[in-house]
């Protein structure tokens, strides 16, 4: 990749950090006048009906019981799977409809932390949410499931970063790693992963292929740092504390982030769109290793959803500015 399209953070110290955090804080906790609103969108599908006597799993075995979160005798969670096929279906049928009801049907969206079945009930979440709420409609269906973490090096994935300086100061101080996870479920007696973090919609727009069932972030999009993969039978506490925090503690930079994935993900529901839908944008984007090139967009896509897409600002071009 040419030097000019790489991604340049300037590593701070502490120092330069406590030096900067008037202005980080100030930024963090309040909106500038001009900057545009978020405003949470439409629930994209109805509620299924619940009935008493609906079957749901009821195990106490590690990867089904009842955890922290995840609690898969929660209504919204039992009526959901009935409605996906869950006893009807086989288990690699049921995960796999589960799968693509998740990745068509959420938006990605931080609004604080709620649990497993208040994610199925809105149709809304953030990474370690939309996890949480696959991981429950599995466990629901009687399939053990798992999570997995890792730490990324940071290079061209960058979605979101740049919406707020608090983010790109946060990352410094990480070293320039991000964290990253999916979902594993236990089909056939073999692990088996589900990247749902990434909703079609959002990765449409980066040009790369969307994930399928069954192929990990790992094989497609990322490298993962050696040493940092680990797993978990529930959302580790840390997760579901800094997202309250954020929203008590920097509500403007969470509102910059959601405003940023909403619009992504309308533009990148206009593309699957304008593409004949998800399977026929995967099977021209998988012609390609790494997103497509820009006269690639163009010919796709045309030369007005060309122009959005590689702009920086890209949250800003969707507002009219």
């Not at 439409?42 to 008493?52: G, H, I």
């Not at 304008?274 to 997103?291: D, H, I």
Request: net charge negative; glycine share 8%; proline share 6%.
């Amino acid at each position: 990749m040419a030097e000019d399209e790489t991604y340049k953070y300037e590593k701070i110290g502490r120092w330069e950090m406590l030096r900067n955090l008037p202005a980080i804080l100030s930024t963090m906790r309040k909106m500038d006048p001009d900057e545009p609103r978020f405003a949470p969108a439409a629930r994209k599908f109805k509620l299924p009906e619940y009935r008493q006597g609906m079957k749901y799993c009821r195990s106490k075995e590690p990867y089904l019981r009842p955890v922290r979160w995840c609690n898969p005798g929660n209504p919204h969670v039992v009526a959901r799977a009935h409605d996906l096929g869950a006893y009807e279906l086989s288990d690699l049928e049921y995960a796999e409809a589960a799968y693509w009801w998740i990745k068509n049907n959420m938006w990605w969206e931080m609004a604080g932390w709620y649990d497993a079945g208040e994610t199925v009930r809105r149709g809304s979440g953030f990474c370690w949410q939309l996890n949480n709420a696959y991981a429950v409609l599995c466990r629901c269906a009687g399939i053990k499931t798992r999570f997995m973490d890792f730490k990324l090096e940071f290079d061209q994935y960058t979605a979101g970063i740049g919406v707020d300086p608090f983010m790109e100061t946060a990352l410094d101080t990480m070293g320039g790693a991000l964290p990253e996870s999916e979902v594993e479920v236990l089909i056939d007696g073999m692990w088996t992963p589900a990247y749902i973090p990434q909703t079609c919609s959002i990765t449409a727009v980066s040009g790369l292929p969307i994930s399928e069932f069954g192929e990990s972030c790992l094989d497609l999009y990322y490298n993962a740092i050696p040493g940092s993969i680990r797993y978990y039978e529930s959302v580790p506490l840390k997760h579901g504390l800094q997202s309250r925090t954020i929203r008590w503690f920097a509500p403007a930079t969470q509102e910059r982030l959601n405003f940023f994935f909403q619009s992504t993900e309308t533009l990148g529901q206009t593309i699957l769109d304008s593409m004949g839908g998800s399977e026929e944008y995967n099977r021209f984007a998988r012609q390609k290793p790494k997103t497509m090139r820009r006269e690639e967009l163009i010919g796709v896509w045309g030369d007005e959803l060309a122009e959005i897409l590689a702009r920086d600002d890209l949250a800003k071009t969707l507002a009219g500015e």
